[in-house]
């Protein structure tokens, strides 16, 4: 007669010998969340760079909602194949987030990695939310690359999602590492790039590999670094010192934006200006002197809400967010401290960019005009400035938020007009005492017209007085009251009623209806 066990004692036996799942659960998300070894978890912290998720926990209100795929490719020793996709709350809105971890093999992208970003921007975009990216990767690995790189599915989603997206979520870039080759193009592809000084690195080219094509001898913050991207070739927009830095923009950033190209972006509760000198005091009315226009926006908008854009790249435009009793703007402005507050290259190509951005995220624009135009000469043309100066007009023109353009002083040429000048149909000019527009100013309207004149007085001391007296007449002659005899702004106001009246009107623009072109796409010069 054959034994037969006991039910229960077999079951007994049976879980004795079989390991708790749920133990190996907790035991396995414990281990994914750490991420690389103890090692590298303490070399990146050695470096002065911040573990990943202690990022996010500075990021998010009270930590992350939800992670997807942590567990990928643990079993390989590869946790999340390193890269956490969470979403979380900033501000008690919801955001994504695709996160770097270094402390996996450095970062770098594998054949889940991608797909595990790829699906966090398709979910943000489909829900309407801000995406987050906090970089820090070594790139691509090319030992993966048979499975990741040439079909359909494949590194390159993740930059053609970042296109599709555009204009539609606000996109966002935070570079704590490295950023090399292919991946570079994410940052480049957000509507902001924030740098940490000494770590945050981008190029398409190792300096070892520039030596090795080209025989440059360079160093990776010559070639990449946060500052010369941030002063330099414009990929950076806010250079920052520290990982805690970085995060705090990234929050600021996205309380200025709506969730989406939907909505509305988020009021605050309003604020007087800053205490200092008034705007009347801040304004020299001879034009050969100057003042700083960052100076003047503080003492226009609420206190300490001016975020500015590119600050370190062409300086000679002031570009940034502020808010206006509460209200977000975006504030596009010349500097007179910066070669005049003159357009080049880069000023008309920055300028662009953040017009775009408002412009997609029904942000209102502020113009504050102190212009003497588009710079001149032969190294500039060269450069291309006619064919940079006409993409910050099409951005101007394209614009279909509220838009008021204030004229603080000098007004000339093209530069009125790519500072939203009244042709460009604001939605209201305003004019200081202070403001000066002309075709042109009074030293080369006086060449051009009494060229010749000029040329014939043989006495140096004789043509200069000629020259000054006709300068001075011509000066003279440029009067806002002439322009407001002719209707062509919609108001002339005190310079310290300037607040009360932008905050009034803004408010009255906001009501009417937005109307998009009705085109395709507009051909944007490059």
Not at 225 to 238: F, I, Q
Not at 368 to 381: C, K, N, P, Q, Y
Request: glycine content about 8%; aromatic content about 8%.
């Amino acid at each position: 007669m054959t034994e037969t066990l006991d039910p229960v004692q077999n079951d007994t036996a049976t879980s004795a010998e079989t390991p708790d799942v749920h133990e190996q659960l907790a035991s396995k998300l414990a281990a994914a969340q750490l991420g690389g070894s103890e090692k590298q978890r303490q070399k990146q912290i050695d470096a002065g760079k911040m573990l990943v998720r202690d990022r996010l926990a500075l990021l998010f209100d009270e930590g992350w909602e939800f992670e997807d795929g942590l567990l990928a490719r643990f079993e390989e020793g590869l946790p999340g194949d390193a890269v956490v996709t969470c979403i979380g709350k900033v501000d008690g809105r919801q955001v994504c987030v695709i996160a770097n971890d270094y402390t996996v093999k450095a970062g770098t992208w594998g054949k889940r990695t991608f797909e595990k970003i790829v699906r966090m921007q398709e979910l943000a975009d489909s829900i309407g939310a801000p995406l987050v990216y906090l970089f820090d990767s070594a790139g691509a690995r090319i030992d993966e690359q048979f499975e990741s790189y040439a079909g359909r599915r494949a590194w390159g989603n993740i930059f053609y999602n970042q296109v599709q997206f555009s204009g539609r979520i606000p996109q966002v870039c935070a570079l704590f590492g490295p950023s090399p080759a292919g991946s570079a193009y994410v940052p480049a592809l957000c509507d902001l790039t924030i740098m940490v000084r000494g770590h945050a690195t981008a190029y398409l080219g190792s300096p070892r590999l520039a030596q090795m094509v080209t025989g440059e001898d360079v160093t990776l913050e010559e070639m990449g670094g946060a500052e010369m991207h941030c002063r330099t070739s414009g990929l950076g927009d806010v250079l920052v010192e520290d990982d805690e830095e970085a995060i705090a923009a990234i929050r600021v950033w996205l309380s200025y934006l709506p969730q989406n190209f939907r909505e509305d972006p988020p009021a605050a509760v309003p604020a007087a200006p800053a205490a200092g000198r008034t705007v009347k005091e801040i304004v020299p009315i001879r034009e050969s002197e100057v003042f700083d226009i960052v100076e003047f926006i503080n003492a226009v908008v609420d206190e300490d809400s001016f975020f500015p854009y590119k600050e370190l790249f062409a300086p000679e435009m002031v570009a940034g967010f502020a808010r206006l009793g509460g209200r977000p703007v975006g504030i596009i402005s010349n500097q007179p401290t910066h070669l005049g507050g003159v357009l080049f290259s880069d000023s008309s190509d920055k300028a662009a960019r953040f017009i775009w951005i408002c412009n997609a995220f029904n942000i209102p624009l502020l113009f504050l005009v102190d212009i003497a135009g588009f710079m001149i000469g032969s190294e500039v043309e060269r450069q291309g400035i006619i064919r940079h100066g006409a993409k910050m007009l099409f951005a101007v023109a394209d614009s279909r938020v509220p838009r008021i353009t204030v004229l603080v002083r000098k007004a000339y040429g093209g530069g009125y007009l790519a500072m939203s000048g009244a042709p460009m149909q604001p939605d209201a000019v305003i004019a200081l005492p202070t403001a000066k527009p002309a075709l042109m100013g009074p030293d080369a309207a006086v060449n051009g017209i009494h060229f010749n004149r000029i040329q014939s007085i043989e006495d140096p001391e004789e043509r200069a007085a000629f020259i000054k007296e006709k300068q001075d007449e011509y000066a003279a002659g440029i009067d806002v009251f002439k322009i407001a005899n002719e209707n062509a702004v919609e108001a002339v106001v005190q310079a310290d009623d300037l607040r009360d009246e932008l905050i009034r009107r803004f408010e009255t623009y906001r009501r009417r209806p937005r109307k998009d072109p009705e085109r395709n796409l507009g051909v944007t010069p490059v």
